[in-house]
Nanobody
């Protein structure tokens, strides 16, 4: 059973950098072609894909967030991380990590994908 668990601060201040970790169990982030993604949902809005790292370490970013986003991984710990800089209150959202079989614009979640439960992040002074 693949399980993903997000962790990180629930409250961050504007202009700071958010750091989240997704710890994976039941699967290795270095095997098979999957996309280990970060996705968020702001209040009243739909899901927004932020970026992903593949089993081989290739990284893809949403064009709208690319300038503020860094995704990395620690294969020894079987986890991957998200850093989002220059935070504003508009970054308040529930942040999810997921294992996805494909990227693209098809509605999420998709059959066969695995998601964490999400972690709420509030950006406020």
């Amino acid at each position: 059973q693949v399980q993903l668990q997000e962790s990180g601060p629930g409250l961050v201040k504007p202009s700071q950098t958010l750091s989240l970790t997704c710890t994976v169990s039941g699967a290795s982030i270095t095997t098979n072609l999957y996309y280990w993604s970060w996705i968020r949902q702001s209040p009243g809005k739909g899901l927004e894909w932020m970026g992903a790292i593949t089993n081989s370490g290739s990284i893809y970013y949403s064009p709208s967030l690319k300038s503020r986003t860094v995704i990395s991984r620690d294969t020894s710990k079987n986890h991957f991380t998200l850093q989002l800089s220059s935070l504003t209150p508009a970054d308040t959202a529930k942040y999810y990590c997921a294992r996805e079989g494909v990227l693209g614009n098809a509605p999420r979640p998709r059959p066969g994908d695995y998601w964490g439960q999400g972690t709420q992040v509030i950006v406020s002074s």
